[in-house]
């Protein structure tokens, strides 16, 4: 998937929790308290299904989840791997 | 993970057969008897959530579902205990180092070990992010000191999965029950789920060394409340709807035969109103358990939230039921005579465990409308 198809599809999903409009791709979801840390469960559910991917103990740092481009790099870096 | 059908089949027949007649003796008697706790080792009950390759029959979502409900019908208490194990069982599967699987896993799913999850503090219930435990780090891994009180199963358990603050923020430890420095004192007479062995822990100054950390440090609330709780709320769930379908079936046999002038009770109007709201609740509750169920074998986002209406709707569904169970059998329902005592007295814990029905409705509240359409 294109990068900016995987930002589009992320963002479908964040907006349908996040009430702001015109949140940024580079802004942090949670300094800004648009989620809170346990929203992050139903995001990896979310990419786990969208993605096929299998979010790992160790992928669980706030740098991988924290805005759309850290999510879509995140992403993209677990579906390289796997296709590796 | 594909369906077991016959494994389930055989599961429920176990739980109706052999621990549905029990269930009055075992509250009396306030245990699940080691000998009973084996029997539903052999029968993989306590593999329901462990992968096969670590001895496990691991159900799908449909499939727990249908074992939680048919333990919550045969014994309140025993789906507490399995509540509580499987909850750990799915924690260690989902977030678990490779070490921490196979060391532990095989174990849990033969029931040579029983795990428990130690949340609940005299102060604080689900409050996971105000724990009072407080876990610091040590050189060799970590320090934990705090009490943890209303454990389900802390009597028998021989892992404990326990939640504490480390630095403010939550994370969870696997504490084996033999770690120095743990003390577990029973705590007996609860209202209902009377066998489920429950116990206060105190935690003094007990040393864990690094591996016992399961999940992250950095998202081990999420971790915790998506994977620990989110299981036991559907488990919790499942069980009160079977409750209610145990309430209904005591019900309508009783009504049938019980006759008032000449005629049997369940052709009075007024006990069919009660037959009618019970029936259509408990068939409401269990859709929604299993609408919840296909979002979780689907890795659906809103299976959290589905679970918890669930959760919610079916505990408030076992409370009804129960209720009417009493109700239409009178005094012989309040008396030792009768399991519907001890399912009224069941009923009312459903409302309090795995998250309040006040919890579940700021979860479900906070959640917006779009799961409900979906």
Redo the contacts between chains.
């Keep these: 998937m294109e990068t900016q198809q995987l930002k589009e599809s992320l963002r479908g999903?964040l907006q349908?929790?996040i009430k702001v409009a015109d949140f940024k791709d580079d802004e942090n979801i949670f300094a800004a308290k648009y989620v809170n840390?346990?929203?992050?469960?139903?995001?990896?559910?979310?990419v786990?299904?969208e993605f096929a991917i299998r979010v790992e103990?160790?992928d669980?740092?706030?740098a991988n989840?924290c805005s759309v481009d850290a999510l879509a790099a995140f992403v993209d870096k677990k579906q390289s791997e796997a296709a590796a | 993970m594909k369906k077991n059908g016959l494994k389930t089949s055989a599961l429920c027949e176990f739980l109706q057969d052999v621990v549905a007649p029990q269930a009055d003796e075992l509250d009396t008697q306030q245990s699940i008897p080691k000998r009973l706790r084996d029997q539903a080792g052999e029968m993989n009950l306590w593999g329901i959530c462990v992968p096969t390759e670590y001895g496990g029959i691991q159900l799908n979502a449909e499939d727990f579902s249908k074992v939680c409900m048919a333990t919550g019908k045969a014994s309140g208490s025993l789906l507490s205990l399995l509540t509580i194990h499987s909850m750990v069982c799915a924690a260690i599967s989902r977030w678990g180092t490779k070490q921490q699987k196979q060391a532990l896993l095989p174990e849990l799913a033969s029931g040579r070990k029983l795990a428990a999850f130690a949340q609940s503090e005299p102060q604080v219930g689900c409050d996971v992010a105000n724990l009072q435990t407080v876990i610091e780090k040590s050189a060799h891994g970590y320090v934990i000191n705090g009490v943890k009180k209303w454990i389900s199963g802390a009597q028998v358990a021989d892992l404990f999965l326990v939640p504490g603050l480390h630095q403010g923020k939550p994370i969870a430890l696997l504490v084996e029950r033999a770690t120095a420095g743990l003390e577990i004192t029973a705590i007996n007479d609860m209202l209902g789920f009377r066998a489920a062995m429950l116990g206060e822990i105190t935690l003094n100054n007990c040393q864990l060394s690094h591996d016992t950390l399961l999940g992250s440090e950095m998202f081990g609330l999420a971790q915790l409340v998506g994977s620990v709780l989110d299981v036991g709320r559907h488990a919790i769930a499942c069980g009160a709807t079977g409750l209610a379908q145990a309430c209904l079936q005591l019900s309508t046999e009783y009504a049938s035969r019980r006759k008032i002038d000449g005629k049997p009770m369940d052709q009075l109007q007024l006990v069919q109103q009660m037959l009618s709201d019970s029936a259509v609740q408990a068939r409401a509750a269990m859709l929604m358990c299993m609408d919840a169920a296909k979002a979780r074998d689907e890795g659906q986002p809103d299976m959290i939230v589905k679970s918890s209406a669930a959760k919610y709707f079916a505990s408030m569904t076992a409370k009804l039921a129960a209720d009417n169970c009493v109700q239409i059998l009178g005094a012989y329902g309040c008396s030792g005579e009768s399991a519907a005592q001890r399912l009224f007295r069941d009923a009312k814990i459903f409302d309090i465990i795995e998250g309040s029905t006040q919890i579940q409705q700021t979860l479900i509240a906070g959640e917006g409308e779009h799961w409900v359409f979906n």
């Design positions: 999903f349908e929790y840390s346990l929203f992050v469960m139903q995001l990896i559910l979310f786990e299904k103990t160790e669980m740092e706030l989840f």
